[in-house]
Protein backbone atom coordinates (compact mmCIF):
# COMPACT_ATOMS: atom_id res chain seq x y z
CA UNK A 1 0.00 0.00 0.00
CA UNK A 2 1.12 3.06 -0.67
CA UNK A 3 1.52 6.20 1.91
CA UNK A 4 1.20 8.96 -0.48
CA UNK A 5 5.18 10.10 0.26
CA UNK A 6 6.77 8.32 -2.34
CA UNK A 7 7.31 5.20 -0.39
CA UNK A 8 5.40 1.73 0.19
CA UNK A 9 4.66 -0.79 2.83
CA UNK A 10 6.20 -4.03 2.79
CA UNK A 11 5.41 -6.41 -0.18
CA UNK A 12 2.24 -8.84 1.11
CA UNK A 13 3.03 -12.60 -0.63
CA UNK A 14 0.38 -14.30 -1.46
CA UNK A 15 1.23 -17.80 -1.83
CA UNK A 16 0.71 -19.73 -5.32
CA UNK A 17 0.79 -23.26 -6.28
CA UNK A 18 4.91 -24.91 -5.83
CA UNK A 19 5.52 -25.02 -10.04
CA UNK A 20 3.37 -21.69 -10.65
CA UNK A 21 5.48 -19.19 -12.42
CA UNK A 22 3.40 -16.23 -12.31
CA UNK A 23 4.03 -14.05 -15.96
CA UNK A 24 0.90 -11.92 -16.64
CA UNK A 25 -1.12 -9.99 -13.80
CA UNK A 26 -4.57 -8.13 -14.10
CA UNK A 27 -6.13 -6.09 -11.90
CA UNK A 28 -10.10 -5.78 -11.96
CA UNK A 29 -13.76 -6.42 -9.45
CA UNK A 30 -14.29 -9.59 -11.28
CA UNK A 31 -16.46 -10.07 -8.07
CA UNK A 32 -18.73 -6.60 -8.83
CA UNK A 33 -18.62 -6.19 -5.11
CA UNK A 34 -16.31 -2.80 -5.96
CA UNK A 35 -13.30 -4.43 -4.67
CA UNK A 36 -10.61 -4.60 -6.95
CA UNK A 37 -9.40 -8.31 -7.48
CA UNK A 38 -6.53 -10.19 -9.32
CA UNK A 39 -6.16 -12.31 -12.02
CA UNK A 40 -2.90 -14.44 -12.77
CA UNK A 41 -1.49 -16.33 -15.79
CA UNK A 42 0.69 -19.24 -13.96
CA UNK A 43 2.71 -20.65 -16.78
CA UNK A 44 4.61 -23.53 -15.63
CA UNK A 45 0.83 -24.74 -13.72
CA UNK A 46 -1.40 -24.11 -16.75
CA UNK A 47 -4.21 -21.87 -14.91
CA UNK A 48 -5.36 -18.60 -14.23
CA UNK A 49 -5.41 -17.99 -11.01
CA UNK A 50 -7.83 -15.55 -9.53
CA UNK A 51 -7.41 -13.64 -6.13
CA UNK A 52 -10.42 -11.77 -4.46
CA UNK A 53 -9.90 -8.80 -2.99
CA UNK A 54 -11.09 -7.93 0.32
CA UNK A 55 -10.88 -4.41 0.32
CA UNK A 56 -8.10 -3.78 2.82
CA UNK A 57 -5.33 -4.30 0.51
CA UNK A 58 -5.05 -8.55 1.13
CA UNK A 59 -6.86 -10.80 -1.22
CA UNK A 60 -8.45 -14.47 -0.42
CA UNK A 61 -6.62 -17.73 -1.36
CA UNK A 62 -6.38 -18.30 -5.05
CA UNK A 63 -9.21 -19.71 -7.28
CA UNK A 64 -7.82 -22.06 -10.04
CA UNK A 65 -9.56 -22.54 -13.56
CA UNK A 66 -7.55 -24.48 -15.88
CA UNK A 67 -6.30 -23.49 -19.52
CA UNK A 68 -5.11 -27.27 -20.15
CA UNK A 69 -2.17 -29.65 -20.00
CA UNK A 70 1.32 -28.07 -21.26
CA UNK A 71 -1.00 -25.11 -22.21
CA UNK A 72 1.82 -22.49 -21.17
CA UNK A 73 -0.68 -19.21 -20.20
CA UNK A 74 1.86 -16.46 -20.69
CA UNK A 75 -0.49 -13.49 -20.89
CA UNK A 76 -3.90 -12.53 -20.16
CA UNK A 77 -6.59 -9.64 -20.74
CA UNK A 78 -10.17 -8.77 -19.95
CA UNK A 79 -12.91 -7.91 -21.76
CA UNK A 80 -16.64 -8.56 -22.52
CA UNK A 81 -15.96 -10.19 -25.60
CA UNK A 82 -19.68 -12.50 -25.80
CA UNK A 83 -21.50 -8.88 -24.54
CA UNK A 84 -23.55 -10.26 -22.18
CA UNK A 85 -22.27 -7.76 -19.45
CA UNK A 86 -19.96 -9.62 -17.71
CA UNK A 87 -15.82 -9.73 -17.71
CA UNK A 88 -14.12 -12.47 -19.66
CA UNK A 89 -10.45 -13.39 -19.82
CA UNK A 90 -8.37 -13.79 -22.84
CA UNK A 91 -5.72 -16.21 -22.67
CA UNK A 92 -2.45 -16.20 -24.70
CA UNK A 93 -1.02 -20.12 -24.17
CA UNK A 94 2.41 -20.30 -25.89
CA UNK A 95 2.96 -24.29 -25.77
CA UNK A 96 -0.36 -24.42 -27.77
CA UNK A 97 -0.10 -21.72 -29.67
CA UNK A 98 -3.86 -20.61 -29.49
CA UNK A 99 -5.77 -17.93 -27.44
CA UNK A 100 -9.05 -19.38 -25.15
CA UNK A 101 -11.38 -17.17 -23.61
CA UNK A 102 -12.57 -17.76 -20.24
CA UNK A 103 -16.51 -16.49 -20.60
CA UNK A 104 -18.13 -14.69 -17.49
CA UNK A 105 -16.70 -14.45 -13.97
Known amino acids: MGYGNGSFSE ?31 NFNENHVGILLGYGNG ?4 IIIYSTGTNSGPCAIAIGDFNNDNNIDIAVANLHRKTIGIMFGY
Open 11 to 41: QIVYKLPNRSSPVWLIVHDFSKDNVQDMAVA
Open 58 to 61: TFGD
